[in-house]
């Protein structure tokens, strides 16, 4: 499931999660992720802009835009979010199961399953492309300047252990933790507690966690389901 693997990155960060209604007021945050925000219509496409125009980060998953709230497709993707992400989708690829392709970044190497929007930027800067044969080099992630934020566009599925190098250069204004797999932090009444829910022991001296608890709202992200 996509969003759970943006809930593990973001938690294996360090960070608190908020899930909260696309439609909410989401002023309070500095990153917003919509893994699988597929169904928009032009009111949601306008207070996501006045989010990002305001000096927000938006994270957008896969298939984001692609129908109507009525379930009917928008052609091309993603319609009335075309201003805000700064491209357009006009192929994509379902991968069977069990099948990985590449996608390259920073100098690195990834890979991703399922689905793939090949991004073509209309306005937007890429950040990764693709590595498969079919659609090489072809954009796979890309970012999008809108007022004073940013619209980050992730068009291939990729796993927890990707999204966290995916989504770290834009937590800029937020401490963040590199945390073992299986391994989460909070903090609750001043204290910061660390859990291990894995079924071994995991080595934790390691981990530098802040001297006090840091404030809420800003410093934390949210995610909307679709």
Request: a negative charge; proline letters at 8%.
């Amino acid at each position: 499931m996509l969003q759970l693997s943006y809930y593990e990155a973001l938690r294996g960060l360090g960070l608190n999660v908020h899930l909260v209604h696309p439609r909410d007021d989401l002023s309070p945050y500095q990153l917003v992720c919509a893994p699988a925000l597929h169904l928009v219509d032009d009111t949601l496409a306008a207070h996501l802009h006045n989010f990002v125009s305001a000096g927000g980060t938006l994270v957008m998953g896969p298939r984001s835009g692609a129908k109507t709230l009525s379930n009917t497709v928008h052609t091309p993707a993603p319609g009335p979010l075309t201003s805000l992400m700064g491209v357009q989708i006009h192929h994509v690829d379902a991968l069977r199961p069990g099948l990985r392709e590449g996608i390259h970044m920073n100098g690195q190497d990834y890979t991703y399953s399922t689905w793939a929007d090949i991004l073509t930027p209309d306005g937007a800067e890429v950040v990764a492309t693709f590595t498969t044969d079919v659609y090489e080099d072809a954009a796979a992630i890309c970012q999008h300047s809108v007022g004073t934020g940013t619209c980050v566009t992730v068009g291939a599925w990729v796993e927890a252990a990707t999204l966290r190098d995916v989504l770290l250069p834009y937590l800029t204004k937020v401490s963040t933790i590199s945390l073992p797999d299986g391994v989460r932090v909070t903090q609750r009444g001043g204290y910061t507690y660390l859990y291990n829910y894995n079924p071994h022991d995991v080595p934790l001296a390691h981990i530098n966690l802040p001297d006090a608890p840091e404030p809420l709202n800003k410093h934390e992200v949210v995610m909307l389901p679709a």
